[in-house]
Nanobody, 123 residues
């Protein structure tokens, strides 16, 4: 069955860095665009970053541009989100998702979702 398993979340100080990973199984990973979303307490889930099937195209929400980098390793069926210069407002549960579209920011265009990993930015 399809599985997306996030890992690497945790507590980090403001200005710090963290990389979260998402291991995929049960579907042809290289045929899916991948994305990261996040949901902060009391807020709706929002788009963070997306990467195309081959990894040659990426999209980011404005608040994370220049700080976050999405990447993928199709040989390992894994997508990553490297987060630098973290801010308290980055605190959220981070979800990875898989889309049949080449690349998309639209939540409803993602077919498969992971369970999420908590990232907390606090001193």
């Amino acid at each position: 069955q399809v599985q997306l398993v996030e890992s690497g979340g945790g507590l980090v100080q403001p200005g710090g860095s963290l990389t979260v990973s998402c291991a995929a199984s049960g579907f042809t990973f290289r045929s899916y665009g991948m994305g990261w979303f996040r949901q902060a307490p009391g807020k709706e889930r929002e788009f963070v970053a997306a990467i195309s099937r081959t990894g040659d195209s990426t999209l980011y929400t404005d608040p994370v541009k220049g700080r976050f980098t999405i990447s993928r390793d199709n040989a390992k069926s894994t997508v990553y989100l490297q987060m630098n210069s973290l801010k308290p407002e980055d605190t959220a549960v981070y979800y990875c998702a898989a889309s049949g579209y080449i690349i998309t920011t639209r939540e409803r265009q993602y077919a498969y979702w992971g369970q999420g990993t908590q990232v907390t930015v606090s001193s």
